[in-house]
């Protein structure tokens, strides 16, 4: 699998990332074990999980099944700074760095490649959730620091006030949900890490599975929207508007003799300033599907024809 760095930074990653969101609970250790063997055969190297993520669960289960895997096969992202018991400010110092001790623990490493905090909390100073991530830097538990699921302002925002302070650790990386049924993050998001130089990682990278084309006649019982706990994370993505996007892929695939999957990833893969593109395949067939995208490169007509029917997502 081809590697790219993170923006303007010297952190390298592979172009399609291994989501774990639904490790320890969806996807259980046997299957767990075997996407993750798929995943490292085809040179894959992004694992992204967050202290979030089950409560823990699916950090616990990735700590497990690496632990026979050598440090340097992986680039381990995870996040903290979601919200806590007794209404605890998430992004405070005190919350982001114990996390972050028990993210360490549960992975079974010493550091991390990428910490992120995994969402913006008006409630702390930025300079205090920015500190964290400076100290984390310098005490050696994460190598680089980013944000995940910031506004385009909220990005420039805590960019300037980091450079400001002149921190040594600043951010290279921004992980957003960006997919043609979710291209929001091209109003400000991806302009401003073109111009700020750090790079995008794009979660839900196949519009929450509904880009494979599975729920074109139907929801099947095995699907995510077929899951009480999962419903309502895939519904948004069953309207009207998100059927006709769905339906130009699928012809998409079938002028070029590929799949959805393929067609969906590689537009979200090559688009400007994404890193890594970040899927979480429940099962191993399900990866081995999307891995198939790797020498897949769309068309320059086919892209422009999808950016048009999908513009609505903007």
Not at 187 to 213: C, D, I, K, Q
Request: proline fraction near 4%; aromatic fraction near 6%.
């Amino acid at each position: 699998m081809q590697e790219r760095f993170v923006g303007r930074s010297g952190l390298s990653v592979s172009r399609v990332g291994l989501g774990t969101a639904s490790w320890g609970r969806e996807t259980d250790e046997h299957e767990a074990a075997d996407i993750l063997r798929t995943f490292l055969d085809a040179g894959g190297t992004l694992i992204d999980t967050a202290a979030s993520y089950g409560a823990g669960a699916s950090e616990s289960l990735l700590g497990t099944l690496l632990a026979d895997v050598p440090r340097h096969d992986v680039v381990l992202v995870s996040k903290a700074g979601s919200s806590v018991p007794h209404g605890r400010a998430g992004t405070s110092r005190g919350a982001m760095l114990a996390t972050l001790d028990q993210t360490l623990g549960r992975l079974g490493t010493d550091h991390l490649d990428l910490w992120l905090v995994q969402g913006w909390d008006p409630r702390v100073p930025v300079d205090e959730t920015l500190g964290a991530l400076e100290h984390a830097v310098t005490t050696g538990r994460t190598r680089y620091v980013g944000v995940s699921n910031y506004t385009g302002w909220q990005t420039a925002y805590a960019v300037a006030r980091q450079a400001s302070r002149d921190l040594a650790a600043p951010v290279v990386a921004t992980e957003v949900e960006y997919s043609l049924l979710a291209r929001q993050p091209e109003r400000e998001v991806v302009p401003a890490a073109e111009a700020l130089g750090f790079g995008v990682l794009a979660w839900s990278a196949l519009g929450r599975g509904v880009l494979t084309g599975k729920y074109r006649y139907g929801i099947p019982a095995d699907s995510r929207a077929a899951s009480d706990h999962l419903t309502g994370f895939v519904d948004p993505y069953l309207d009207e508007d998100a059927r006709l996007v769905v339906e130009a892929v699928c012809r998409a695939a079938e002028g070029l003799q590929l799949t959805p999957l393929e067609v969906a990833l590689a537009w979200v893969r090559d688009r400007p300033s994404v890193a890594s593109a970040l899927i979480g395949p429940r099962t191993a067939a399900q990866l081995k599907a999307a891995l198939s995208a790797e020498e897949v490169t769309l068309p320059g007509e086919i892209a422009d024809a999808l950016d048009d029917v999908s513009a609505e997502a903007v």
